[in-house]
């Protein structure tokens, strides 16, 4: 019985075992380097931004409102979104600069 099963084996031992997960570890990398560390990268230089933010600044929210800061604390920023028009929004919800003309500035695709 034991010379069956060894012949079923193919007597690869522990080589076919380790062979097996090599496709695996490869599309374990390609996901890292096509998503994850792309994403890590975004999420690290947006929290940067969110760290330099100054009064006088132009922003835009997440949710699309546009205005000039005028006040900061650690969680909270004061926006002027017209003359005399104060509304605070949590610093999470900043998505990013105006440019010059008043556009959001232009996000980079993740991942490609």
Same mark, same amino acid.
């Given at each position: 019985m034991t010379g069956i099963a060894y012949a079923a084996d193919g007597g690869a031992g522990g080589v076919?075992?380790?062979a097996? &997960?090599?496709?695996?570890?490869?599309? &374990?990398?390609v996901f890292y380097f096509m998503l994850i560390r792309p994403q890590q990268? +975004?999420?690290? +230089?947006? +929290? +940067? &931004?969110? %760290?330099?933010?100054? %009064?006088? %600044?132009k922003v835009v929210t997440k949710g699309?409102?546009?205005?000039?800061?005028t006040g900061l604390t650690d969680s909270v920023i004061t926006l002027e979104i017209a003359d005399n028009v104060r509304v605070k929004v949590s610093r999470a919800s900043i998505a990013g600069p105006l440019?010059?003309?008043g556009a959001p500035a232009p996000a980079k695709a993740a991942g490609g």
């Amino acid at each position: 019985m034991t010379g069956i099963a060894y012949a079923a084996d193919g007597g690869a031992g522990g080589v076919g075992g380790i062979a097996s &997960f090599i496709p695996l570890i490869l599309i &374990f990398g390609v996901f890292y380097f096509m998503l994850i560390r792309p994403q890590q990268k +975004q999420a690290k +230089q947006h +929290q +940067q &931004f969110l %760290n330099e933010l100054k %009064n006088g %600044n132009k922003v835009v929210t997440k949710g699309g409102i546009h205005g000039t800061i005028t006040g900061l604390t650690d969680s909270v920023i004061t926006l002027e979104i017209a003359d005399n028009v104060r509304v605070k929004v949590s610093r999470a919800s900043i998505a990013g600069p105006l440019t010059k003309e008043g556009a959001p500035a232009p996000a980079k695709a993740a991942g490609g």
